[in-house]
């Protein structure tokens, strides 16, 4: 089975404050993406990456950055963090092999931020 | 552009009723149609896909019908289960490998005893 890690599961950050989020993946996937979850808006991608130092920006990449050092992990940085950052963070992966496996997005259990 | 459209929540039902919910799309070229859940504290997960036109995802007693003709993608199942509760969203994918998915809004669902 793949295993998307995240982690924390809840995190309480002041603004301003810069903010890492990890994400870890254990079945060599090439592409991962981050997400945010907000009630009524569904989600909404903020960057994803497909392949060791690559990334492309998603809908919404403002006030986000991305590293991608090693295939296995996708971390979002907050650089500074502002309470309209306050959200549910959605880690994915997918990969580009054909078949079953490369039909869906894996995800991870999220990690609920609050920014004070 | 691509995009995604579900019936607003949430939707409230006894246990053992029938369940729609509403899903339309807007794409270019032929898309795959996903349905994910999201249970109380978790990540989401697949719960059906398909692939083509007039394709029947199904899994856990959840059935829908990819209908190119009404651009349509609804998320049926016949007698719903407390333990049914969730968020459920709707979610396109673009031709390509980049897997990047597009969602709908999700709409809650909640089942009475």
């Known amino acids: 089975d793949v295993k998307v890690t995240q982690s924390s599961r809840y995190l309480v950050k002041r603004t301003g404050e810069k903010v890492f989020l990890e994400c870890v993946q254990d079945?060599?996937?090439?592409?991962m993406f981050w997400y945010r979850q907000d009630p009524g808006l569904g989600l909404r991608l903020i960057y994803f990456?497909?392949?060791?130092?690559?990334?492309e920006k998603g809908d919404i990449p403002e006030g986000y950055s991305v590293s991608r050092e090693k295939k296995e992990r996708f971390s979002l940085i907050l650089e500074s963090a502002s309470t309209n950052q306050t959200s549910m963070y959605l880690c994915?992966?997918?990969?580009?092999?054909?078949?079953?496996?490369?039909?869906?997005?894996?995800f991870g259990p999220g990690t609920r931020l609050l920014v004070l | 552009g691509n995009s995604v459209t579900q019936m607003e929540g949430p939707v409230t039902l006894s246990e053992e009723a029938f369940l729609t919910i509403n899903c339309t799309y807007t794409?270019?070229?032929?898309?795959?149609l996903f349905w994910y859940v999201q249970y109380p504290g978790e990540g989401l997960q697949l719960l059906l896909k398909?692939?083509?036109?007039?394709d029947k995802g199904s899994n856990k007693g959840f059935e829908a019908t990819y209908r190119k003709e009404t651009t349509s993608f609804h998320l049926e199942k016949g007698s719903v289960q407390v333990s049914d509760s969730a968020v459920y969203f709707c979610?396109?994918?673009?031709?390509?490998?980049?897997?990047?998915?597009?969602f709908g809004q999700g709409t809650t669902l909640q089942v009475k005893p």
């Open positions: 979610a396109l994918r673009a031709s390509g490998n980049t897997g990047k998915l597009i």
């Open positions: 990456s497909y392949d060791v130092k690559m990334k």
């Open positions: 079945m060599d996937h090439e592409n």
């Open positions: 794409a270019t070229g032929y898309p795959s």
């Open positions: 994915a992966s997918h990969t580009r092999t054909s078949g079953r496996a490369g039909e869906t997005q894996y």
């Open positions: 398909a692939t083509k036109a007039d």
